[in-house]
């Protein structure tokens, strides 16, 4: 199994839907990050977690929520899909600065 | 200005060839440099890991930071196609936050 799991891997859905993107670990990290990928700006921070009381928003949080259900589950929610949120969107956990560990991503598009 | 820049390339080489790839920053209080490895549909993963100045080395892969320069480079020597992926640089301060800024990452193409 993969340290870091997103689920789903693809989604279409429909401008104005509530979506929901999940993450869990196996490796035990305290910090969790959502990152979303797009092409020409890279990777930027929407949300990060360092341990399950402890949620911080990153640098384009605005219409979008989290949710730190255990030390080993992070979910990013989306209230109200826009289509500019069309974008692939990275999990990731860290213990420090030895760098993340990165989940395969969520492909979503919304419509 | 980006606090780090990176050429988004493609980069084209014939296999075998070294490699040089780049990055740029500007804030002075980055200590901690990475490199990424990304693949098509793939989340990336790390390459290589720097803690301030100096060279770093493992196998194929050579890391470089010069801080006075504020300037980071990833060498892969004899390349192979299996390289062909996008490298992405990352770098963090010493603030405890452990947040990483990227790049925009850099497509590279190896050429059988």
């Known amino acids: 199994d993969a340290d870091v799991t997103q689920t789903p891997r693809n989604r279409i859905t429909k401008t104005g839907k509530r979506i929901m993107l999940e993450c869990s670990q196996t490796?035990?990290?305290?910090?969790m990050y959502w990152y979303r990928q797009d092409p020409g700006l890279g990777l930027r921070l929407i949300y990060y977690s360092f341990d399950v009381k402890d949620i911080n928003k990153g640098e384009i949080s605005d219409g979008y929520s989290v949710s730190r259900q255990a030390q080993a589950k992070f979910s990013l929610s989306l209230e109200s899909a826009i289509p500019n949120q069309t974008a692939l969107y990275f999990c990731a956990t860290s213990a420090g600065f030895y760098g993340y560990t990165f989940g395969s991503g969520t492909r979503l598009t919304v419509v | 200005q980006k606090e780090v820049e990176q050429d988004p390339g493609p980069l084209s080489v014939p296999e075998g060839a070294i490699v040089s790839l780049n990055c740029t920053y500007s804030?002075?209080?980055?200590?901690?440099f990475m490199w990424y490895r990304q693949y098509s549909r793939k989340g990336p993963e790390l390459l290589m890991y720097?803690?301030?100045?100096g060279n770093k080395e493992d196998g194929r892969f050579t890391a470089q930071v010069d801080k006075s320069s504020k300037y980071i480079s990833l060498f892969i020597r004899d390349s192979q196609p299996s390289d062909s992926a996008t490298y992405l640089c990352?770098?963090?301060?010493?603030?405890?936050?452990?947040?990483?800024?990227f790049g925009t990452g850099t497509r590279l193409k190896v050429l059988a």
């Open positions: 804030n002075s209080a980055f200590q901690y």
């Open positions: 720097t803690y301030s100045s």
């Open positions: 990352a770098m963090s301060a010493a603030s405890g936050t452990y947040k990483y800024i």
């Open positions: 490796k035990g990290h305290d910090r």
